[in-house]
Structure formats: C-alpha cells, structure tokens
C-alpha cells in the first residue's frame, strides 16, 4: 500500500489531520516571536582597566599586555583586540562560532574569563585596576527614547529617570534598562593654597581630615538583657552644608577652623563629561529598555507603553519622552508588510494556477499550499525560529516551489483521469510513480540552500533560518503532496475523457513544442552551439555585473559621523556638532535629529555598532519622512557638510541590512614600532586622498596630541626631599581635583573631590605656582623651585593592538551611494606596493575581510551541499548518464542571472549568490522530472527519440507552472532591499533556464545515451 493508498482508505484521519495543522498553524502564527533583523549573539567582551595618569604606551605595555596574555590562554578566542589610551585600558575579546552557538556556551565562556582575568590582576602594576569584564556588550536596546524637560537641569532629569526605571524593569519581558548622557556629580572642595598657608593648615592634614568623614566602621555591640544591641556612632556628613562644618584645627590654639573656611564648596557635575546627548536641541538623556532573551520585541514594546500611560500622572510637566528607535513599532510595521507580501504572493501563485490548471486543480493545489505555509508555521514555533526578515522571505522564497510537487502530482491525475482512469486509481499510481522521483527532487531542492545554513560564519548565523525554513516547507510540501493532493483530486476533479492526443492539440502551445523539440533534436549541432554561445555571451556579460556585499536599509534614518583634531574637548566636539545639526535640520525632509558626542549611542539595533568613547567624536542620527530620498540626501550633505566643516572629519552613512559596518576600506599595518606604523598608514592614505572616489579617510590611531611635561630639576628635588610621585599628585589636586571620600545620598554615593580654585588652575602658567610639600623644608614650594621648565611634547594618544601586535588601520569609504569594490580594487594595487621594513605586515580589513569570511563560509559548506546532491541524483537512477544530463543543465542559469542584474543595476550581493545557489537546486529539480519520466517511457517501450520528446511534452506544463509561480511568487521581494538581488537571481535565471531547460535537456539526454533521430513521420505521430 503507497502513500496515496493509505491516505484515500483513512479518509476521516486525514481530514482531522488537516484541520488540526491548519489550527496548529493560526496558534503558531499568534506565538511566534517578531523581530525586525534575526537575532544572533554578539560573541564580544570587553575589560576595561583604569591606570590613571598612566601615558598610552605605559598603559600598553603594563597593563594591556597583561590581559591581553591572561585571555589569549582561552581556546575559544577568535580575536583580541585592544585601545590604550591616557589612563585607560579596554581589551575587546571576541569568541569563536563554533565554541558558543548560543548564550548558554558564551555564558561559560564568560565566567572562564572573568577567572583569567582576575588571576592576572596581581601582576597589574601599582595603582593600577581592578579590572572589570563587561559581558553585556551586544545588549540591543530596542525601545530607545531621549528625554528631555525644558526648564529642567539633566540632573533633575535622571532622578525622574531613577524612579522610572524602577516600574519598566517590572514590566514582563523588559531585561535591562540603561542610561546614556546622565550627568556624573560630585561635591567639589576648592581649597585656596594662599588662604590654607595663612592660616598655618597643611593640605596633607586636610586632606587626611576629609577621608577620616563619612567611613563606615563597625562600632561592635553591646548585650543588654536578652538582646544584643548594635552601636552607630552619629556625625556622618548628611548634607552638603555639613561638610563646612568639618573641623580642621586651630590657628593658634584656641580658634578652631572650619573647612567652611578655608574653601568652597559646590555640588555641580563633573568636568569634562564623559558623553552628552540632545533630541532636536534640547539636552536629554538617553533610555534603553532591552528585552529578555528570546522574547517578543513586540509584545514588550506594546506593554511598555501601557506601563508608561498608567505612570502618565507621575511624569513631571515638561519632561518628554522622546522616540529615538521603537523597534515594536517598525517590526510590527516590517511583519505586516512582508506578510502582506506572503499573502499577494500566494494569491499570485492561485490566479496563475487556476489560469492554466482550471479552477477545480487551482483551489486543489492553492489549498496544499495554504496547509504546506500552516505547517512550516508550527516547524518555525517548535524550533524557536521567529518571524523576521529573513525566515518570513525564505517563506516567500519558497512559495513557487511549494507548488511544484503538488502540481505534478495534481497534473498527472488530470491526465489519467482525462484518459477515462478511475479518479482513485489514477491517484494511487501517480502517487505510486512520482513519490519518490519528487522526494529526491525535493531533498536536491532543500540542499541548494544548505550552504548558507551549514554556513560556520556570523552571516552564516544570521540568515541560516532561510535554510530551516525552507527545508520545512519543502518536506511539508512534499508530504502534502503525496497524502492531501490526491484527496483532494478524488474528491473534487472533474473531468471529460479526451481521446488519445487531442489534449495537445487543444492546447496549442504544446503541440508547438512537441515540433519545435523535434527540429531541435535533429539540428543537434546548431542547438548545442547556439545553447554555448548563449552561455559564453552571459559570462562575458557577466562583466557589467556591479559587485557588492549587503545592501542599504530602508530605514528613515541615516547618521553622519565627525571627528574633530584628536584631543579635542568634549565641550568643542558639542558646539561643532551643534552647527551641523542645525544646518541638516533646514533640509526639508528632515524631521528629527538626535545628537551623541563622545561616544555612539546606545546600540538600539542590532546592526548598529556604537564608536568607542572619544571626545572628539559626534554623532548625528537623522529621520527623516523620504525614505526613498534618503540616498541623494546622504550624497548632498556629504559634499556640503565636508566643504562647511574644513577641520572636521565627516562621513554620511545609510544604514546597512545583515551583519558588518565600519569603515569599507580598511588596510591594516602591524608591526612592533609604533612610528613606523604611522608612516606606514600616512603611505596608505596619502595613496587614498589621491583617488576622488575616497571620502573620510582617517587612521584609526587618530592624531598625536600634546603632553605637557614639567623637566624635574633633580638636584632641587632631592634637596627639597621631593620625589616624581609627589610632583604628579600635586598636580592631580590642583588641575583636575583628588577625591577624598564620598558623600552618602540615599542609594548613591557622589564623590568629593578636592582642587585649586578656577583661578590657580585656569591657564598653563599656573603649573608654576602649584604648591608641593617638601618634607624637608615642612613646607610647601612652588613648583618653579623644582622643574626647570615644561617641554610639549606630542604623543600617540591611542595604541591598538590586534591579537597582541600594535596595529594601525588606514581607512576610507566610497562617495555615498557607491560600492566599495570598484575603489578598493584601485586602491589595492598602490597600497600592496609600499614596501614593508622586515618585521611588518599588511593585511585587509573593512568589508573585503567582512565579505570574504562569509564567502569563505560558503566555499566551506557548499562543497558538501553540493556533494550531497550529487549522491542523491546518483541514488535516485543508481546510474551516472541520467545525473550527468541533470548537471549539464545547470551552468544555463547563468544566462538570465546576467540578464536580470544587468536590467535592474542591482549589485551581485550576498544574498544573490545565495540565489544562484537555490536556482541550481531549482533547476536540478525540474531536471529531474524530465530525465526520470524519459526512462519511464523508454521502460514501457518507446522507441527512445519518441520517448524523450513525450516525456518533455508531457512534463512541460508542470515544470512550466513550477517555475511560472515561483517567478511570480518572488515578486513581491523586488521591492525589499535585502531580498532584491536574490528575487533578480531567481526571476529572471529560472525564467531564462527553464525555456532552456525544456530544450538543453532532451537535447543531452538524446547526446549521452546517444539516442539517434527516428524518421521524421514517425516522430510527428
């Protein structure tokens, strides 16, 4: 008993079975998860060690080194990277795939690090840590607001924000809440050195004063009766009057002064800041909410907007929340709109089937289809595939092929039956004899797709659920195909017997075909050649194809990134970036404009990647309401911002689909001496700047800055019974401020800091006048009495390493709207011929690298995809001739494949080699059904000349409808940005191929098996 027999005898089962996958598929539907981009871990750390008034080159050699060794013990490392800066150390650890598929093995792998990391913290030199591992570094913010309060200070502000953090982190689904822009207080005690030195107060008793306040020590306890009884000794400082009324000592025994005296004392935030944000002008602060793992962007951002109107009331008047990014809005607005293109195309592929099959096969094969997307609902809900932008367009990649079984197995029926057969034993053999040719077919068809989810590599990752997903829907396909469909055609075909050959006279189109196939097999030669010169004509038009990676987003917002002088400060970079905005904003498209300076924002998508901090650095991020514009917009400001702000560096970007980002041209130099790594890089961008279709060119080390640095007269200083390290604090407390304690505000604890007044530490002359304490003497000296003068002196202000070798990247990117590759493959030639000092090395990074290692991923795993369906071409006929007849047949896919991305100018991405991919599986498989009913009717005993044409006539109008509807199916992801080079690919090459499919394969099936022509009548009968 097949398939088909079983299904037809259990009738009752099978439609239970229908209606519960079709119920099953609605629930499925409702529970999915909904994102905008697939979601893919972001296997990166970063550990950040403060030295403070440690230079970048002492910071790299002690403190770097260290962890960067400590780390580099996992074997699970890809990559370590690193940025030394003045005080500062950040070490970026970068996992392998394969060691961490998913959170749970990166969890591991964090908690390994940490304990690397804090086993080498004995070997930090002093002064130096603790160091601290953030694991959170891919945390996407998907719901991003800027809140502002006009009249209001952004302290005012963030204690709003305090007690509103407090409710969101209570919402179901939310996971994190984070702030960006939040002022940093402190109590300042400026402490005038002429006021302290007249009164007999030395700044050493003071300072020891100031941290004896406010620490909390165990007072111990006391047993009283059947209790014990807890001591708490009061006069901690409980406000900031308090600290004035701090006694110091006395003047000549018998007055006492009080800090009061002595100093002023502020409360106001810390300078410089260590990053600013603005909405449209207005100061703000930046709030994140990120949501569980694996939970629906949608459902959190609908229920955090329920949570904020109820909490409406408590919300101070003027303090707005502003929408910087909510990813439910334009997910759910993505979804919609991608299952409304799923929907157009189903009823595409109906229309086109009830068109030429009559409505009876149409509504037959439309209803198996409708089952086929309801189970691949329920696969994707059971193996936690969400819908988003690629598992929705792998569903309506697959909607054509979908079709494809159930349309073979539907069409053969219809012709038994229309030759007077039983409708039930006609579909108990169709079943009988195409089941498992289309299983094969089908299981060729899913391996086509098979590279991209066998794929080791983090595009791999990110677009692996079109495989999944496809290989769901084909199997479901199949199965419906063999079970529903001839249900189904029992149960509602309806047909008149038509005698023996009239069918292909009624349908003219075939009997056309039939005499064109047999002038076309005769004319073996002249059909050969004319298939090659086809062939050779799209390979050499292949030449006009652009090259490209991923393509643009849709999104209504594009970014400009400036980067003033390094060293710049914060408040510098604000006011630059201020002017910017302002100009952007009179554009007319231009809606809003949030503004970062020293660092990016809050990583509000997961395609997005924030700068590291740099006050020199800002960031515009622009809506706009023309999408579509947004591309000559870019192209427009890019030329005028870069003319309007000589001595800034400007790049106006569009965002990107998949993973990347960065710098697209990317040269990296490594080597041990830091100064030839910079003539190096001035080589590289020298070459750059020489090429008009370079923009933004810059090197990722950034300018030198200068170092004031006081030349200690060692003779006065050991005289005086002073060392370096006294000479660095006192200039420590008087230019920036030593913190000497904290001060208690509830949960928070703000720091107190003592400093010269504004007036001692305003300008450069004042190091002169600094006082240090020679114990000595038991005074103070002015600094003049100690250094002989202070040398500038310029220095690298920041060092990278990669995986431990200091490296330099020079970097550029194409005019907006351009591809990289045209630029690099110029610019790769001059660059490869600086010549190298031994010891040095140059490499390629930015989107060469990006593109290569998601090639590289596909060479990986194609071979065995392709390999696999090898083997079960060569199963399916136990036979080598019938499989090479199949793969001859694929190389003509190139001919429309040219074609069709010639036409639209669309760049031969990524995901159009995935479509080449996926058309030869689609090709194969139309093959397949040609070549197996070509030994089907030679078993039955054809002459084979007469054979080979039959089988073609008689497998054409299916294999012409599969093709038909998976062209038009496809439609619809023309208009989608990171489905359009793929939909081209499969559009246009199926078209081309399969027109030449219906030819090339009878034609070598007839070479192989050397088949010779039959006489001319007897072929027409």
């Known amino acids: ?30 529970k999915l998860g909904r994102f905008e981009d697939p979601e893919f871990v972001i296997r990166q750390a970063a550990i950040t060690t403060l030295y403070p008034g440690a230079l970048p080159a002492q910071v790299a050699e002690e403190v770097t080194e260290v962890i960067e060794e400590a780390v580099q013990q996992l074997q699970e490392i890809k990559e370590v990277t690193s940025i030394s800066r003045m005080g500062n150390s950040l070490v970026k650890v970068e996992i392998e795939l394969e060691f961490a598929p998913s959170k749970v093995e990166l969890e591991q792998i964090w908690d390994k690090l940490r304990r690397k990391v804090n086993d080498a913290q004995h070997k930090l030199p002093p002064g130096a840590g603790p160091s601290i591992v953030n694991d959170d570094f891919g945390d996407v913010y998907a719901l991003f607001f800027a809140v502002t309060g006009e009249g209001y200070s952004l302290k005012e502000i963030k204690d709003y924000l305090d007690l509103l953090e407090r409710d969101l982190l209570q919402v179901p689904g939310v996971g994190r809440v984070a702030t960006l822009g939040a002022p940093d207080e402190a109590i300042f005690i400026e402490i005038a050195s002429a006021k302290a030195a007249q009164l007999g107060m030395s700044q050493n008793e003071i300072y020891q004063s100031l941290r004896q306040q406010n620490v909390i020590t165990d007072s111990g306890n006391l047993l009283i009766g059947p209790q014990r009884v807890q001591f708490s000794p009061q006069g901690h400082i409980d406000s900031v009057e308090a600290l004035g009324h701090i006694a110091l000592g006395s003047a000549s025994g018998e007055q006492v002064i009080f800090l009061k005296d002595i100093a002023k004392i502020t409360r106001s935030t810390i300078e410089p800041p260590r990053a600013l944000m603005s909405y449209d002008g207005q100061p703000a602060i930046g709030l994140g909410i990120s949501q569980v793992a694996g939970g629906n962007v949608v459902d959190v951002g609908d229920a955090v907007r329920t949570r904020l109107q109820e909490l409406e009331s408590q919300r101070p008047i003027g303090i707005d929340l502003q929408v910087v990014s909510y990813q439910s809005d334009s997910v759910r607005e993505a979804v919609n709109g991608f299952v409304a293109n799923l929907a157009a195309a189903v009823v595409i592929v109906v229309l086109v089937l009830i068109l030429f099959m009559g409505w009876r096969s149409g509504v037959i094969v439309g209803s198996v289809l409708l089952l086929t997307v309801a189970g691949t609902l329920i696969a994707m809900y059971m193996d936690d595939i969400a819908m988003q932008r690629v598992s929705l367009g792998a569903l309506i990649i697959a909607l054509g092929m979908l079709v494809d079984n159930a349309i073979v197995v539907t069409d053969g029926i219809l012709v038994r039956m229309q030759k007077g057969e039983a409708a039930e034993s006609a579909a108990i053999a169709v079943v009988k004899g195409t089941q498992f040719p289309l299983l094969g077919g089908t299981v060729v068809g899913i391996l086509a797709f098979s590279a991209i989810g066998l794929s080791p590599t983090d595009m791999g990752e990110y677009a692996g659920s079109l495989f999944w997903v496809i290989m769901y829907s084909m199997l479901f396909s199949w199965l419906f195909a063999v079970t529903l469909t001839p249900l189904l055609c029992v149960t509602m075909l309806k047909v008149k017997v038509i005698p023996e050959g009239a069918e292909e006279k009624q349908a003219g189109i075939l009997y056309r075909y039939r005499r064109l196939l047999n002038v076309a097999l005769r004319k073996r030669l002249f059909t050969g050649v004319l298939m090659l010169s086809l062939l050779a004509s799209a390979i050499y038009g292949f030449n006009w194809v652009k090259p490209g990676f991923m393509p643009d987003s849709a999104r209504p917002q594009f970014v400009v990134d400036m980067y003033l002088p390094q060293g710049s400060d914060i408040r510098e970079t604000a006011k630059e970036l201020e002017k910017m905005a302002a100009y952007v904003h009179e554009k007319d498209s231009v809606t809003h ?43 427009e400001l890019q030329d005028e911002l870069t003319e309007r702000h000589p001595l800034a560096e400007i790049k106006v970007w569009k965002f990107m689909l998949g993973r990347g980002g960065g710098k697209k041209i990317e040269v990296a130099f490594k080597g041990s001496e830091p100064e030839v790594l910079r003539q190096l890089a001035e080589q590289a961008k020298a070459i750059m700047a020489e090429d008009p279709g370079a923009i933004a060119i810059q090197d990722d080390w950034r300018d030198k800055t200068p170092v004031l640095r006081p030349v200690v007269n060692e003779v006065a200083a050991r005289r005086a019974g002073v060392d370096i390290t006294q000479i660095s604090q006192a200039l420590n407390r008087t230019f920036t401020g030593e913190r000497v304690g904290v001060y208690r505000e509830q949960d928070k604890l703000i720091p107190i800091i003592v400093r010269a007044p504004y007036s001692e530490r305003s300008l450069a002359q004042d190091i002169e006048n600094v006082q ?84 590289e991923g596909l060479a990986i795993s194609a071979p065995y995809g392709f390999s696999a369906m090898v083997l079960a071409v060569v199963l399916m006929f136990n036979a080598i001739r019938q499989p090479l007849v199949i793969w001859l047949t694929a190389p003509l896919a190139i001919i429309g494949v040219t074609v069709g991305l010639v036409i639209f100018q669309v760049p031969f991405e990524f995901m159009a080699i995935l479509g080449c991919l996926s058309l030869v599986g689609m090709l194969v498989k139309n093959s397949i059904v040609l070549v197996d009913q070509a030994d089907v009717e030679i078993r039955e005993g054809k002459a084979g000349f007469i054979a080979v044409i039959d089988a073609a006539v008689s497998r054409a109008r299916p294999v012409f409808l599969g093709a038909l509807t998976t062209i038009l199916g496809v439609a619809p992801l023309l208009w989608d940005p990171f489905f359009k080079s793929m939909a081209v690919v499969i559009m246009f090459g199926l078209a081309f191929a399969t027109v030449l499919t219906l030819v090339v394969v009878p034609l070598l099936y007839v070479v192989i098996f050397r088949i010779p022509a039959e006489p001319e009548e007897a072929a027409k009968s």
């Open 1 to 30: 008993m097949n398939i088909a027999e079983h299904t037809l005898a259990k009738r009752t089962i099978a439609w239970m079975l229908t209606l519960l996958v079709l119920l099953g598929g609605y629930i499925s539907y409702e």
């Open 593 to 635: 404009i949030t503004r970062f300076v020293g660092q990016g924002g809050l990583r509000f998508m997961l395609t997005y990647s924030p700068e590291d901090p740099n006050s020199s650095y800002g960031q515009l991020l622009i809506d706009v309401d023309d999408a579509p514009g947004i591309a000559a917009l870019v192209d």
């Open 772 to 855: 240090v304490y020679s114990p000595t003497a038991d005074k103070y000296l002015p600094m003049s009495q100690l250094v002989s003068g202070v040398e500038v002196e310029w220095s690298d202000a920041i060092l990278r390493r990669v995986d431990r070798f200091p490296t330099i990247k020079a970097q550029a990117d194409p005019l907006p709207g351009e591809q990289s590759d045209p630029l690099f493959n110029r610019l790769k030639p001059k660059i490869e011929a600086i010549e190298l000092p031994p010891g040095y090395s140059l490499e390629w990074h930015g989107e060469y690298k990006d593109s290569n290692e998601s090639n």
